[in-house]
Protein backbone atom coordinates (compact mmCIF):
# COMPACT_ATOMS: atom_id res chain seq x y z
CA UNK A 1 0.00 0.00 0.00
CA UNK A 2 1.35 3.17 -1.17
CA UNK A 3 1.61 5.87 1.89
CA UNK A 4 3.83 8.67 2.34
CA UNK A 5 4.64 10.10 5.60
CA UNK A 6 5.41 13.38 7.31
CA UNK A 7 6.34 15.52 10.06
CA UNK A 8 5.07 19.07 10.46
CA UNK A 9 5.96 20.39 13.57
CA UNK A 10 4.16 18.29 16.36
CA UNK A 11 1.77 16.98 13.67
CA UNK A 12 1.79 13.86 11.05
CA UNK A 13 0.49 14.04 7.82
CA UNK A 14 0.17 11.03 6.29
CA UNK A 15 -1.07 10.50 2.78
CA UNK A 16 -2.57 7.88 0.98
CA UNK A 17 -1.14 7.38 -2.76
CA UNK A 18 -3.77 4.82 -3.47
CA UNK A 19 -7.08 5.11 -5.41
CA UNK A 20 -9.04 2.17 -3.18
CA UNK A 21 -9.14 1.48 0.34
CA UNK A 22 -11.13 -1.84 0.42
CA UNK A 23 -11.04 -5.21 1.32
CA UNK A 24 -8.12 -6.52 -0.99
CA UNK A 25 -6.01 -3.61 0.63
CA UNK A 26 -7.56 -2.99 4.41
CA UNK A 27 -5.08 -5.08 6.19
CA UNK A 28 -2.25 -3.72 4.05
CA UNK A 29 -3.15 -0.03 5.12
CA UNK A 30 -3.78 -0.73 9.16
CA UNK A 31 -0.19 -2.26 9.13
CA UNK A 32 1.22 0.62 6.54
CA UNK A 33 -0.64 3.10 9.07
CA UNK A 34 1.16 1.54 11.76
CA UNK A 35 4.45 1.44 10.72
CA UNK A 36 4.45 4.80 9.76
CA UNK A 37 2.73 6.36 13.10
CA UNK A 38 3.60 4.34 15.77
CA UNK A 39 7.03 6.23 16.85
CA UNK A 40 5.20 9.93 16.92
CA UNK A 41 3.92 11.24 19.88
CA UNK A 42 1.46 13.97 18.00
CA UNK A 43 -2.07 13.97 16.37
CA UNK A 44 -1.81 12.64 12.58
CA UNK A 45 -3.76 14.31 9.67
CA UNK A 46 -4.84 11.26 7.15
CA UNK A 47 -5.01 13.27 3.85
CA UNK A 48 -7.50 10.90 1.40
CA UNK A 49 -7.70 13.41 -1.29
CA UNK A 50 -6.65 10.43 -3.56
CA UNK A 51 -8.97 7.86 -2.60
CA UNK A 52 -12.07 7.68 -4.82
CA UNK A 53 -13.66 4.36 -3.66
CA UNK A 54 -13.71 3.58 0.12
CA UNK A 55 -15.87 0.12 1.12
CA UNK A 56 -17.07 -1.20 4.81
CA UNK A 57 -13.57 -3.08 4.96
CA UNK A 58 -11.52 0.09 4.29
CA UNK A 59 -13.96 2.44 6.83
CA UNK A 60 -13.10 -0.33 9.28
CA UNK A 61 -9.12 0.00 8.44
CA UNK A 62 -9.51 4.03 9.21
CA UNK A 63 -11.66 3.56 12.08
CA UNK A 64 -8.89 1.04 13.35
CA UNK A 65 -5.79 3.67 12.65
CA UNK A 66 -7.65 5.69 14.85
CA UNK A 67 -7.21 3.21 17.75
CA UNK A 68 -3.69 2.29 16.30
CA UNK A 69 -3.02 5.92 17.64
CA UNK A 70 -3.49 5.34 20.98
CA UNK A 71 -5.12 7.43 23.85
CA UNK A 72 -3.97 10.80 23.60
CA UNK A 73 -3.66 10.92 19.79
CA UNK A 74 -5.99 12.23 17.20
CA UNK A 75 -6.60 11.38 13.61
CA UNK A 76 -8.22 14.14 11.53
CA UNK A 77 -9.67 13.51 8.04
CA UNK A 78 -9.02 15.38 5.41
CA UNK A 79 -9.46 15.59 1.30
CA UNK A 80 -12.19 13.61 1.18
CA UNK A 81 -13.52 12.74 -2.48
CA UNK A 82 -17.47 12.77 -3.11
CA UNK A 83 -17.70 9.23 -2.73
CA UNK A 84 -15.04 8.59 0.41
CA UNK A 85 -17.30 11.71 1.32
CA UNK A 86 -20.82 9.77 1.05
CA UNK A 87 -19.63 7.27 3.10
CA UNK A 88 -18.50 8.85 6.29
CA UNK A 89 -21.71 11.09 6.11
CA UNK A 90 -23.95 7.92 5.62
CA UNK A 91 -21.86 5.71 8.80
CA UNK A 92 -22.13 9.64 10.58
CA UNK A 93 -18.28 9.22 11.18
CA UNK A 94 -18.40 13.21 11.07
CA UNK A 95 -19.07 12.23 14.58
CA UNK A 96 -15.98 10.15 15.64
CA UNK A 97 -13.30 12.16 13.37
CA UNK A 98 -12.13 15.74 12.79
CA UNK A 99 -13.42 16.02 8.89
CA UNK A 100 -11.58 19.12 6.69
CA UNK A 101 -12.28 19.76 3.08
CA UNK A 102 -8.57 19.56 2.17
CA UNK A 103 -5.06 19.37 4.11
CA UNK A 104 -4.31 23.08 3.53
CA UNK A 105 -7.50 23.31 5.62
CA UNK A 106 -6.83 21.22 8.04
CA UNK A 107 -3.17 22.91 9.15
CA UNK A 108 -4.48 25.73 9.16
CA UNK A 109 -7.06 24.76 11.90
CA UNK A 110 -3.75 23.48 13.37
CA UNK A 111 -1.89 26.90 12.71
CA UNK A 112 0.75 24.72 10.77
CA UNK A 113 2.35 26.41 7.77
CA UNK A 114 1.25 24.41 4.64
Known amino acids: MKMSF ?13 ARIDA ?4 QFK ?3 RDLTQ ?4 DVILDLSRVVFLDSSG ?3 VVAARKLL ?13 A ?20 DTALA ?5 P
Not at 24 to 27: L, N, T
Not at 39 to 42: D, E, M
Not at 70 to 82: D, F, H, K, N, S
Open 6 to 18: EIRGALGVLRVDE
Open 24 to 27: SVAI
Open 31 to 33: DRF
Open 39 to 42: HGKG
Open 59 to 61: LGA
Open 70 to 82: GAGRVLELAGLTP
Open 84 to 103: VDRVMTLTRMFTVFPIHADL
Open 109 to 113: ARAVT
